[in-house]
C-alpha cells in the first residue's frame, strides 16, 4: 500500500477507486440525478435488497440546498462528494478493508486514533436503517459506517455492509487544509493547479443564491407532485408488457421519480416554505414512494425473484 | 472443581450498554448454571469496547445424579390413567415398578437422573445466552441469523482445573469456542491463546488491553487529574463521561490540550458542553476563577510521537467547533444587546408549538397571562413575572440554542443579563423548566417559582384541551413529568391554590377550551393520580392517599398532603389503627341499616335515648371532641384533628363491646344509628378511612 501523501483531492478520491477495485468493488459512476446523498443511488438502496450478492464502491455528487454557505465556510457545501462502498453479504473482514482504505489514502495507523463510536443510521424518508458507528480518526468522524438491517420496510437479507466516507472533510485533513476553498483539487504541481474554489467556489454562490431566494416554489412544489404521481403510476402498470409479453417490472423508473420529489423536498424546504409539521408529512410522502419502490425491485431479477 | 472463562469478542460495542451486557452476561451465566445444579464460588464480568468476558471459579465439575420416586395408578387403573402416568414420568411400561400396598398392587417409577458434566451444561447456557441476549439494539450481519449488538468473531469458553484446560465445546453457527483471543485493534492484533482467566488478562494486558473498565476508568482520571494538578488546574468532575470514554478504549492514554485564546472568553458551559457533546473531551478549568483553558483527551493508543498527531487533530476539530460556538454566541448577544430579547420572542410566531395548540409565541401570550394570575399567589412581583415570563422563551431564537438545545433557559439567562433585565427575570429564564426530573432542584425565588408553574399549567392545560393525555407507556409531551414539576413547585413552596379554579379560568381566557369545568376536573385527576404516585416515593402508603383524596377540599394539594401526613402519622399509633377498625364497624352498621331502611340517619343523636353508661360515654366523648376537631380543621392543624378524632377510640371500642346497635327497640336503634352518622361524618372530615387498608 501507498504510505506516501497524497497531494490533491483528486488523487484521495483516485486511490479509493483503486483500492476497492483492487477489493474486488465493481467501480461504478455517480448516478445521473441530483441526490442527498450516496445511499440514494440505485446502486445502494435498491441493490441492497433482494438475496443477490453485490459489491459496488462509486464517488457520489450530493445536494443538500440548506447546508449552502455561499462557499465561505470552511467547511459546508450545498454540493459536495460522498464516496460510497455497499457490500452484501457484508464480509467478516470488512472493519479490516475499511482501515486499508484509510491507510490507502496516507492516514497513517501507527500515528492516529482511529475510533469506531456508536452511530446508528436512519433515513425516514427511505424507510431504511442500519446499525454501525461513526468512524473517528483524531476525534473527527471520517466515516459513516452502517450494517444495514430495513430498506424500503424490508428486512435486509443477507445485510449489507456500507461505508460513507465525506471526501471534502476527509481529504482536508489528511492534506492539512483549513478552508475547503483553499483545497488543492489537482496535483498543486501541474501546470495549471486548481484549487477546490477554482472549480467551486462560484457555483456555490450561484446555487445559494437559487436554493434561498430564487427557486419558484410553485414549480418546485408542482415537480413534487408530478414525481410523486407519476412513481405511482409506473408502479401501477401490469407486470407483463403487452408489447413484448415480457415480464418488466419498472422499478428503477419508478425509483427515479422517487429520488426526484426527495430532491424537490429538499429545495423546498431549502425555501423556508415547509412548516415543522408539514416537514414529516412530507417526509412521509417520499418514504411512501421508496416502499412502493422497494416492494416492485424485490420482485425483479436483480432483486432476487426467480419464476 | 474448575474455572470457567468466557470471552465474546466482537466489532466495537455501543460504550453506553457494555457496562449492563457484562453484568447480563454474568446473570445469564451463572443463573444457568446454578438451575441446572452447578454451583460456583464467585464470578466477575467485564467489558472494552471489543469484548465482554466472564470469569467464574469453582465450577462444580459434575451437576449432582438425582433419584425421584413417584407413586402412580394402580395396576389395575383404567388404561388411560396408566398411559398419563407414563406420558408425565416419562417411561414405558417396563420400567415401572409394581409394588405391593394395603390396597393392591401400585405402579411405581424411578427416575434417575445422572449427573451431567459442567462442561454440557455449560455449552448449553452460553449458547442460550448468546442467543438470548438482552441488548437494547441488535443486528444480524453477513448472510447469517444470529443477533448480537455488532457482528460476533470469535468466542473463548474455558475450563480449567489442576489437570489443565479444555475448551468447551460450543458452536453458534459458523463461530466454534475457543482459546484465543486478539488484543487490541491496532498495538496487539496478534491472536493468541490462553489457559485460563489469570493468564488471560496478563496477555491481554501485554497487548495493550486493560481489561477491567474500573481500572480504565481510574487510569484516565487519575493521569487526568495528574496531568491538571502539574498545571496548576483542576478537571471538571464528570462521571458519565468518564464512563463512556472508558467505553471507547482499550488502552487509554490521557492526552491535554489548550483551549485558543479567543474562545477563552465564551461562557463555561458553552466550552463544556461543546467539547463535551462533540468531542468527549474533559474540561480542565482554573480553580479559583472557574474558567476553562485546557481540555483532556483520551487516546485508544501510543504513538511514537507520544501523542503530538493525535493532539493536534483534536484541537483542529475542536477548533472549528468552538469557531462555530463563538460565532452563534457573538451574534446573540449583539441581539441581546441591540434589539433584546423580544425581537427573539417575535420570531417565535413562526415557530409552531404544536399545530392545534399554535406557535411558540401564541403559548408565550398564555404563559404570561397566567403568570400574571399566579404572581399574587406566589407573591412574586407581578411586573418581573410577566416581564420573565415574555422572555423566559426568547432564548430558543437564539443560534446558540439551535445548536445546542440542551444549553435552553442557561443561555436565556445570560443573554437577558446581557440585555440588562433584572436579575429575578434572568435567572427565571433558566428555572423556569426546573425541576425536570423527581431528584432535580425546584427553585425558590417567587418569580420563577410563578414562570415555572404558569408554563408547566399550561402546558398541561393545553394539551388536556386538544385530548393528547398520556396513554400508557406513551408520554410524547412529558406531561406526567411536567405534572410532577407542578406538584412539587407547590408543596415545596408552600403555594396555596385552588388548582381546578385556576385551570379552568385559564382555559377559558386562552379560549383553549369551551368546557374548561370538565377538562379542568379531568386534570385535577390527573395530578391526583401523580400525586398519589409522588408521595408513595415519600413512604406514605397508596391507602392514606387514596382516602384523603376522597374528602373534603380536593384542590389544594398543600393541604391534601398535609392531611395524608397527619393520617399517616396517626396509622402509626395503636389508637390510630383501631380508630380505623371502630370507624368501619360503625360505617358497615351504618350504611347497610341505610340500605335496608332506605333512610339516612342524618339527625343527630339524642342523649334522653341512650340506654347504657357506654352509650352515655360516647355521648359525652363526643361532645367535648367535636368542636375540638372543628376549631383544629378552622385552623388547618390535621394533626391535632387527628389526635383528637384517635382519642373517640376507647369510646367507640367500649361502645361496640357494650351495646348492640340493632337494638329491638326501634327508638333505642334509630337513636344509636344517628349517631354512628355523626361519627362518619366528624372523622370524613380529614379522609374517607374506609379505604385505609388492614
Known sequence: ?307 | MADLLIELFSEEIPARMQTRAAQDLKKMVTDGLVENGITYAGAAAFATPRRLALTIQGVLDHSPATREERKGPRVDAPEKAIQGFLRGAGLTMDQLDIRDEKKGQVYFAVIEKPGRPAADIVAEVLENAIRNFPWPKSMRWGAGVLRWVRPLHSIICLLTNDTGSTVVPVQIDDIAAGDTTRGHRFMGADAFSVTGFDDYATKLKRAHVILDPQERQDMIWQDATNMAFANGLEVVDDRGLLAEVAGLVEWPVVLMGKIADEFLDLPAEVLQTSMKEHQKFFSVREPKSGKITRFITVANRETADNGATILAGNQKVLSARLADAKFFWENDLRVAQGDGLTAWTDRLSNVTFHNKLGSQKTRIDRIVSLAATLASIVGASAGDATLAAQVAKADLSSEMVYEFPELQGLMGRYYATAAGLPDAVAAACQDHYSPLGPSDDVPSAPVSVTVALADKLDTLAGFWAIDEKPTGSKDPFALRRAALGVIRLILENNVRLSLSDVIAAHLAQSALSETGQDLAADLLAFFHDRLKVFLRDQGIRYDVIEACLSRGDQDDLVLIVERAKALAAVLETDDGINLVQGFKRANNILSQAEEKDGVEYSFGADIKFAEEEVERQLFAALETTTPKIKTALQAQDFAAAMADMAALRGPIDAFFDGVQVNSDNAIVRRNRLNMLHSIRDLVGQVADLNRIEG
Request: glycine fraction near 8%.
Open chain 1, 1 to 307: 500500500m501507498s504510505t506516501q501523501k497524497p497531494k490533491s483531492f483528486q488523487e484521495i478520491i483516485l486511490r479509493l477507486q483503486n483500492y476497492w477495485a483492487a477489493h474486488g468493488c465493481a467501480i461504478m459512476q455517480p448516478y445521473d440525478m441530483e441526490v442527498g446523498a450516496g445511499t440514494f443511488h440505485p446502486a445502494t438502496t435498491l441493490r441492497s435488497l433482494g438475496t443477490k450478492a453485490w459489491a459496488a464502491a462509486y464517488v457520489q455528487p450530493s445536494r443538500r440546498p440548506t447546508d449552502g454557505r455561499y462557499g465561505e465556510n470552511p467547511n459546508r457545501l450545498q454540493h459536495y462528494y460522498q464516496y460510497q462502498v455497499l457490500i452484501k453479504p457484508s464480509p467478516p473482514n470488512l472493519q479490516d478493508l475499511y482501515l486499508g482504505s484509510l491507510q490507502a489514502i496516507g492516514i497513517d495507523m501507527e500515528m492516529h486514533d482511529i475510533r469506531f463510536v456508536e452511530d446508528d443510521w436512519e433515513s425516514p424518508t427511505l424507510g431504511a436503517w442500519g446499525l454501525g458507528w461513526e468512524v473517528w480518526c483524531d476525534g473527527m468522524e471520517v466515516s459513516q459506517f452502517t450494517y444495514f438491517q430495513q430498506v424500503g420496510g424490508h428486512d435486509c437479507h443477507p445485510v449489507s455492509g456500507e461505508l460513507t466516507y465525506g471526501l471534502e472533510r476527509l481529504a482536508m485533513y489528511v492534506l492539512g487544509v483549513d478552508h475547503v476553498m483553499d483545497m488543492p483539487f489537482n496535483d498543486p504541481d501541474a501546470p495549471i493547479a486548481l484549487t477546490y474554489g477554482d472549480v467551486f467556489k462560484q457555483t456555490e454562490e450561484e446555487y445559494a443564491r437559487w436554493n434561498f431566494d430564487v427557486a419558484n416554489t410553485d414549480v418546485l412544489l408542482r415537480h413534487f407532485q408530478e414525481a410523486e404521481a407519476e412513481c405511482e403510476a409506473i408502479l401501477a402498470q401490469e407486470h407483463i408488457d403487452p408489447k413484448t409479453g415480457k415480464r418488466i417490472i419498472m422499478a428503477h423508473p419508478a425509483y427515479d421519480q422517487c429520488i426526484k420529489a426527495s430532491h424537490m423536498f429538499n429545495l423546498l424546504d431549502a425555501r423556508g416554505v415547509i412548516s415543522v409539521t408539514e416537514r414529516q408529512a412530507y417526509i412521509g410522502r417520499v418514504r411512501a414512494l421508496a416502499k412502493k419502490c422497494a416492494d416492485a425491485f424485490v420482485q425483479t431479477t436483480a432483486g432476487g425473484y426467480s419464476a
